[in-house]
């Protein structure tokens, strides 16, 4: 399955009117408007591969139709994104649940579709089949010396898959943790962790980071061995410059100030990058900006300020992700909807007036830094994300486009109504 360029002019054609209107209306008081509009376009979103299919809950799924049955076809659904929005040119792999076991076949695909991987994630919170020891009780924070083996192991396989891919980072996320009090030795299973990701760090090439992601609770519920970003930042500093932090919006427990921890993390230089999703409860994996927009505003808002401040290029310098699960939507119209909020957040970011929200800052001027920080907010910048996609060779309205060409109608008639993906 491909869409063809020329569909998605004629739908552009159609809906250019509408749009010219809107763009130039926004656009006359936009300073900067070419450079706002080049970053734009420059910016892209990873798509993870565990997120093409419809996700399950603790109680059941109920699967869509016309999923992905293999990587190859993952791709093409990435490639579907990508040819719609322009902003999603690579794939996020999570390693096993996708095995690159052809890695020329793998990336010639990709190419195809004008993909290229971004980090590779490794999986140590599931059994695999024919595993030697079982992670049931954690895994790089292991009371078992054998058993943080066996992970460490799997994490260098997953750098050599990523190696074959073109790929740069390892992203490691780990479930270990305690469901009781007095279950585990804190310090002891820290040090374990530490001792593990140093050797994981040994086996990276030069040019690879490893990306340490946090999270408070889930599956274990007493204590999370890495489970805030202050855990994660005293690995990453114990490890070296090439392990930072990396933010899962979903992993913070509520009302927690995140944009806080992203500006600190980017004056440490350890903001590895994003995995971006919405909740309202925990770990919810919702569509992005579709639960709190304000706070990925103000969360982009910190991230082009202090990008800026020390001289970083936005579109390139962090690690920009999705990582969420559908178990409602189509999975390909929900990740285009998180692409599309994630950069209309990042548009009204570019639109903050830095220089006045400074001299307010200095004045203690708390009304005029709200104004501030909210006519950017209340910009309806739609169509100037628009143009950029249009000057990119995107759709106007992406989402729309994907239902007029009846894309899922056309996954559904060449794979069935009844596949499976792997994945969440
Ligand atoms: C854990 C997590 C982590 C995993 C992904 C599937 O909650 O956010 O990033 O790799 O979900
Ligand atoms: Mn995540
Ligand atoms: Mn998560």
């Known amino acids: 399955m491909q869409i063809e360029k020329y569909k998605i002019d004629e739908l552009n054609h159609q809906a250019s009117g509408k749009h010219q209107r809107a763009f130039e209306y926004v656009a006359a008081d936009v300073k900067d408007l070419d450079s706002v509009l080049a970053k734009l376009e420059a910016f892209n979103v990873a798509i993870p591969s565990w997120a093409l299919g419809t996700g399950g809950t603790r109680f059941g799924r109920f699967s869509g139709g016309g999923e992905p049955r293999s990587l190859e076809e993952k791709i093409e659904d990435v490639g579907a994104i990508q040819a719609l929005n322009k902003s999603s040119n690579s794939i996020s792999l999570h390693i096993p649940w996708d095995i ?11 190419a195809h579709h004008g993909l290229r991987f971004d980090a590779v994630n490794s999986n140590t919170f599931q059994d695999q089949k024919d595993q030697q020891h079982s992670f049931k009780y954690g895994s790089l924070h292991h009371v078992d010396k054998a058993v943080r083996k066996q992970a460490v192991e799997h994490n260098i396989e997953v750098i050599k898959y990523g190696i074959e891919l073109g790929s740069n980072a390892l992203s490691v996320w780990l479930a270990d943790g305690s469901n009781f009090p007095g279950q585990l030795n804190f310090r002891g299973a820290f040090q374990n962790t530490l001792e593990s990701l140093q050797e994981i760090y040994e086996a990276l090439p030069d040019d690879w980071k490893v990306w340490v992601e946090y999270k408070p609770y889930e599956p274990n519920f007493y204590s999370t061995t890495i489970g805030d970003w202050g855990q994660s930042l005293l690995l990453a500093n114990k490890l070296g410059p090439k392990a930072s932090t990396l933010v899962d919006l979903g992993h913070h427990l509520p009302n927690t100030n995140i944009e806080q921890i992203v500006s600190l993390l980017l004056m440490e230089g350890k903001l590895a990058g994003f995995h971006f999703n919405d909740s309202k409860y925990g770990d919810d994996d919702l569509t992005v900006g579709s639960i709190n927009p304000y706070q990925l505003f103000l969360i982009f808002n910190e991230l082009v300020e202090g990008m800026d401040a020390r001289g970083m290029t ?24 998180s692409v ?6 990042y548009a009204q970011a570019l639109l903050v007036d830095t220089a006045a929200l400074k001299a307010a800052q200095a004045a203690n001027d708390a009304v005029q830094a709200q104004e501030i920080l909210q006519a950017a907010y209340r910009t309806d910048v739609r169509s100037l994300v628009a143009e950029a996609r249009l000057r990119a060779g995107g759709a106007i309205d992406p989402l729309a486009a994907y239902r007029s060409l009846d894309v899922r109608g056309n996954l559904i008639k060449e794979r069935g109504a009844k596949t499976v993906a792997t994945g969440l």
């Open 314 to 337: 936005h579109a390139t310098d962090i690690g920009w992700m999705i990582d969420a699960s559908h178990n409602l939507k189509d999975p390909i119209e929900d990740l285009i909807q």
């Open 100 to 110: 690159p076991s052809n890695a020329d076949a793998i990336k010639a695909a990709a």
């Open 340 to 345: 599309e909020a994630i950069k209309i957040a």
